[in-house]
């Protein structure tokens, strides 16, 4: 009678075991499944539908390591006018996943989509800013002779640079309904089509038997969605999935345990995101530049990138980072003087209140940004400026508000444009500039954004962007702490793993590796 | 019966009507402008003319009592609005997770009432006996040891290290074990201790042991008829623990990547998608409020002292 009590309670374990059945069963050699810590599916009210990574759609341009504009869906492109009119030659041959070619028209039917619905939110990269960096002036564009024609208001020195990723997109027109919405699935050209996408949980790719480059090495490749940065973890190493992809992927502490383990692969590559530190020269201390200097030289930037953020970054210096290529100024440093520090803050006078360092509390989850203002704060009461770290939610309300001398926080461009970043950020009657309280005001600075917005010769606009990058070296109303690389990590056993500035990695180059 | 009905009936209308003014303000109040957010997608900061263009669209720029009162218009109708994120309706969404929050909650209740009857009945029929003793003595220590630790130490050994299940995420069968486990360990030591108290003093009750000397065998006295009488108080803290594990277990649904409404909302706060966060709230304050109000009714239906 005794054993009867267990019999149940055994035939309920060996339910839940032998039910279960463990994991799913291993992937064949023809798919993969990954992991995201995000949906790279947004649906059919976004713009896109789906994120570039995922390889369905693909740009007429793109940019390589160096946010350089390079060939794409376009073969070629060529500017007249002084750069008032560019012509895009497409690649021969290429057909959407639904058996239609791809023509001028179809590119044209995209860009008229995206002005329509423009300014229109998107889980990706909004209609907006960046969109109008791309269109804004935009006056007419046609296709002629199978090309696709931009014809422009005034001259843009690098609108191909502008264009590339998302706001040069091309779907099929038959994808999209009137008001600018998806009919049913996206209809791109990439080599992967979307066969099923469960909200939140996860998408499956297959190859696209259309494709026009060369077949994919997975057949069929499953992007789950998880966004606690430990079960990402924990279902990599248990075998559930062969790969850690996207923005944030890995987080900066997690990177080193992996990169030690020889049957991993952890990619480290540069990211657009850079750590800026903003200083509110709007009221004292910071409106002296001397404290500004001081506070600069106070920071041990190799101690930040190489402990708190784990070797995931490096030192910030030019305000442009590597990303950049020759636009990045050489030869501006940021130099670590404690001493000198001391002096000039003896000399200004040292603040009697503490200053506030202020951290959004939306980014202390990928970054160890309570970690690093805690070291900012030492570092300044080291040289004689006292300070207190403030984490808030809506940092916006803060800095308008005026109640703040130093804000961290983490900037990335949609594409190339330089222009974006001073025009935004730092102009006179730039926004930024203004709402916050920077408190930043130069008719030089001004002066020289303007020029080089304009200057279509790459030289000359190369050499006015180090100009403008020295001026902000000196001014510093904004200083770049650290240039942050993107880790993703996959099982040693896929290989063909690239990964661009902007988090993009190809899916479509993944393969096993032999 | 009837009239505690109408009563009852009308002190939930009142409840319900309370809650989401509160729901309401509590979003609407929450520092931070929407519009910039939806638009910072991306990291790229906005234009001022399209945050205001957005404000407009999103209604943000209205007086705060028009707003609720369309909103809550909109929320009898079923309409909960659209996600910030990527626009699609949120009340989908939120049906979309339920027979997954579901599915954990009832795995976990099973885990933990069957567990709780398992010990209680162990420790009354057989009090000394080591295997009761170990049962009773592993529930209480674990359910001392937060969820959260408890899913990462059995995502390690169970998963990493044995991997002979999933770490979670929601396909398969197999998937709701752990965190079925872990939700059920935290619930069973609570009605573990009322069940077991209760169980004792019910032994001991007259009947029970009337039932015993007529020549009932002791096993079948203890659990048809004193189990019965110990129930009711291990059975309204179930009803809460319920309603507590369907409103999501946020950590142990985040931790497992479980795709319920409590990941959901985890997702939609990191994101300031405030309509999702608004729509969790109160769809989980009002199954809360019902499933309360449910339980006390049948409270009442079984004992006739609770009706006056």
């Known amino acids: ?514 | 019966m009837t009239a505690v009905l109408v009563r009852r009936g009308a002190e939930l209308l009142f409840a319900l009507l309370a809650l989401s003014l509160l729901v309401f303000l509590l979003t609407a109040l929450a520092p931070g402008d929407p519009a910039e957010e939806i638009l910072r997608r991306g990291g790229v900061q906005p234009t001022p003319e399209s945050v205001a263009a957005l404000r407009a669209e999103l209604g943000l720029d209205r007086p705060l009592f028009d707003r609720y009162l369309s909103w809550l218009g909109d929320v009898l109708r079923g309409d909960l609005g659209r996600s910030y994120a990527d626009r699609s309706p949120v009340a989908e969404e939120i049906a979309a997770r339920v027979p997954a929050t579901l599915r954990l909650a009832g795995a976990a209740a099973l885990v933990a009432g069957g567990l709780a009857v398992l010990a209680a009945l162990l420790a009354v029929l057989r009090p000394g006996s080591p295997v009761g003793r170990a049962v009773a003595l592993a529930t209480v220590a674990v359910s001392g040891v937060p969820p959260y630790v408890v899913g990462i130490v059995l995502i390690s050994v169970v998963a990493v290290g044995l991997r002979v299940l999933p770490t979670g995420g929601g396909d398969g069968p197999g998937a709701v074990v752990l965190p079925a486990v872990t939700l059920g360990l935290a619930g069973a030591a609570t009605l573990l201790r009322l069940l077991r108290a209760d169980l004792a003093h019910a032994v001991r009750l007259p009947f029970v042991r009337l039932a015993v000397a007529k020549g009932l065998r002791r096993r079948r006295a203890v659990v048809v008829h004193a189990l019965r009488v110990a129930a009711p108080n291990a059975v309204t803290a179930a009803g809460v623990m319920l309603a507590e594990l369907l409103t999501g277990a946020v950590v142990v649904e985040t931790l497992f990547s479980w795709p319920g409404v409590g990941q959901l909302a985890v997702t939609a706060i990191r994101q300031r998608d405030l309509p999702v966060v608004q729509a969790y709230v109160l769809v989980t304050a009002v199954a809360t409020v019902l499933l309360l109000a449910l339980a006390e009714l049948c409270l009442a239906a079984c004992d006739p002292r609770v009706r006056r």
Not at chain 1, 12 to 26: F, M, P, R, S
Not at chain 1, 201 to 229: C, F, K, M, S, W
Not at chain 1, 306 to 334: N, R, Y
Not at chain 1, 387 to 415: C, I, Q, R
């Open chain 1, 1 to 514: 009678m005794r054993r009867h009590v267990w019999i149940p309670l055994m035939a309920v374990l060996a339910a839940l075991l032998t039910g279960c059945g463990g994991q799913e069963a291993a992937p064949g050699s023809d798919e993969l499944t990954l992991a995201a810590p995000r949906d790279l599916v947004a649906g059919p009210e976004d713009p896109y539908y789906v994120h570039q990574t995922l390889r369905v759609w693909e740009p007429l341009v793109t940019v390589d390591d160096r946010l350089r504009p390079v060939p794409a869906l376009a073969a070629s492109w060529s500017a007249a006018d002084g750069g008032r009119r560019w012509t895009f030659t497409l690649r021969e041959g290429v057909r959407f996943s639904d058996g239609t070619p791809l023509t001028a028209e179809s590119v044209v039917a995209n860009v008229e989509r995206f002005l329509r619905i423009a300014p229109r939110q998107s889980a990706f990269f909004s209609l907006d800013a960046g969109m109008e960096a791309a269109y804004g002036k935009v006056d007419d564009v046609r296709a002629e002779a199978g090309a696709v024609v931009f014809t422009l208001e005034e001259p843009v020195a690098d609108l191909p640079a502008r264009l590339a990723g998302f706001f040069s997109m091309v779907q099929s027109p038959r994808a999209f309904t009137a008001s600018g919405g998806f009919a049913g699935k996206p209809v791109g050209t990439g080599p992967y089509t979307l066969a099923e996408w469960v909200k939140g949980q996860r998408a499956v790719l297959t190859a696209n038997p259309h494709h026009h480059g060369p077949a994919p090495a997975y057949e069929r490749i499953v992007v789950r969605v998880i966004p606690d940065a430990n079960a990402r973890v924990a279902a990599l190493r248990a075998g559930e999935v062969d790969g850690l992809i996207d923005k944030g992927a890995l987080l900066p502490a997690q990177a080193p345990a992996f990169a030690a383990d020889d049957t991993f692969r952890v990619l480290r590559s540069p990211s657009v995101l850079t750590h800026y530190l903003t200083f509110n020269a709007s009221r004292r201390p910071f409106s002296d530049p001397r404290l500004r200097e001081a506070a600069d030289l106070a920071i041990d930037r190799q101690a930040i990138t190489g402990t708190l953020l784990a070797g995931t970054a490096a030192p910030g210096s030019a305000f442009l980072s590597p990303v950049f290529g020759d636009l990045a100024a050489p030869g501006v440093t940021a130099a670590y003087d404690p001493a000198r520090a001391r002096a000039l803050v003896a000399e200004a006078g040292a603040p009697a209140a503490p200053v506030t360092i202020l951290v959004s509390s939306a980014e202390t989850g990928q970054f160890p940004y309570a970690d690093i203002a805690e070291v900012l704060r030492t570092s300044l009461a080291q040289v004689g400026i006292p300070a207190k770290v403030t984490v808030a939610e809506a940092t916006k309300a803060v800095m308008e508000a005026g109640d703040y001398d130093v804000f961290l926080s983490a900037y990335s461009v949609p594409n190339g444009d330089a222009d974006y970043l001073f025009r935004r950020f730092l102009r006179s009657d730039a926004a930024w500039n203004v709402e916050r309280r920077l408190g930043y005001r130069s008719a030089e600075f001004d002066r020289l954004v303007d020029l080089a917005a304009t200057e279509t010769d790459a030289a000359a606009r190369r050499d006015l962007y180090h100009r403008i990058q020295r001026l902000l070296a000196a001014d510093r109303p904004m200083v770049p702490l650290a240039y942050q690389d993107n880790p993703i990590v996959t099982a040693a056993a896929v290989g063909g793993v690239r990964q661009s500035v902007a988090y993009v990695v190809d899916l479509g180059a993944l393969a096993p590796s032999t």
